[in-house]
């Protein structure tokens, strides 16, 4: 036998009963998404290698172990799958100019990322995600962070997403992250010995880190430097920011905890980020997470005074943590049976006709007995199936049985396709 294939590990073929479900899942989303205004956007799946390298930083275990790159066989070219979609996202508002055309751009994006992960039951090395980014001039907003938490929370609700967990924090403005970090490193470098070794290496580059290690020896060294409510030192400003977020998200009804170790693993972001967990997942996987970029499109070579705001949500993790979620039977409209061999042009005929009158129909190519062409309309849950006998061709008519309510009538050949289209309305 010859040798046979397998789908890459951390990848998965998306089956077509699982495809109802998603097309389910994209569609709800897809009207979600435009009640609050935000636009589909399609970008590469794949971009130059350094827009990752500098949007989420050299020491993100993104940037660090998991791009996958692309032999690009020239020595100052190199490209990489992409592994998120904000960089992407900021990438084109700057390369199309859209701060020259709009005061906020909503944009909303579906489709694959990838990431060379150790494949677990919730990492995979391509996932989906749907996201979000609202970019802007001058759009620093606490109401328009509170308009983002608020669409990634109606969303899994709607998605059948059981109780979700937000959990919320400010990192302060890209100001208070400079002098933040000198700060802490300062105050790290007298438990360094303290601290594994992962911390250890990251906190010259990226000190934030230290401050979400689950190591117990690190959680220590982090209590004795930022006290046991473990808060930052935020700017004065930065903190009045943060409390209008989580007074407007209080207004709207929605439930959040304030996790000071929330630093998330991409370096981009400035004031609020969040995170949101569900059950089913494990207290680890988050289900959808995002945050505030202050300075990320002016650091791509954009304006300085623009600014934006997103989040994503992992479509594979949202199915597995919804219960609710359903797809609509998927059935054909007609199924169309040739009794003998020798009337099949003619019934090839009608099915095209269905099929240019927007009536989804098939039939079987191979024919067989009345019994098993039945079956096979049975199993592609049609509406109708019309059959073509010895005395429909010699009448030219057609029997037209309702599967469903297993009634059967001959009707005239000409006008089938009408009768059909009324009868579906
Ligand atoms: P992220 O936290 O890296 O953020 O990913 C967002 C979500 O994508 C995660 O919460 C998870 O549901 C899903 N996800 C990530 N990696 C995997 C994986 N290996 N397997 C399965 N699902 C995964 C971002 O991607 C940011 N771009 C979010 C954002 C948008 N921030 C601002 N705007």
Known sequence: MNKKFAVPRGTSDILPDAVSLWEELESRARRILKTYGYREIRTPIYEDINLFKRSLGQTSDVVNKQLLELASGKEDEGYALRPEGTASIVRSYIENSLDGKESLSKLFYLGPMFRGERPQRVRFRQFHQIGVEAIGPNSTCSYLDAEVIALAMHLLKDLGVQE??????SLGSKEDKTTISSWLRGEFVKHKKD???ECQSRFDRNVFRVLDCKNESCCKVVKVVLGTDLVLPLSPESKQYFQKVQAVLKDSGICFEVSPQLVRGLDYYTHTVFEITAEKLGSQDAVGAGGRYGALVHELGGHENVGG???ALGIERILLAS?????????????????????QPQAFLLLQQLREAGI?????????????????ADKTQAHFALILGEEEIKNNTVALKDMRASQQEILPQANIVEVIKNRLK
């Open 164 to 169: 979700p967990k937000l959990k919320i924090n």
């Open 195 to 197: 601290l594994c070794e």
């Open 309 to 311: 705001v997103g989040f």
């Open 323 to 343: 219960g609710q979620i359903t797809s609509m039977p998927s059935g054909l409209d007609v199924f169309v049976i040739a009794m003998k061999e020798e009337y």
């Open 360 to 376: 989804s129909a098939d039939m079987s190519f191979s024919g067989g007995s009345m019994k098993s062409q039945m079956g096979r």
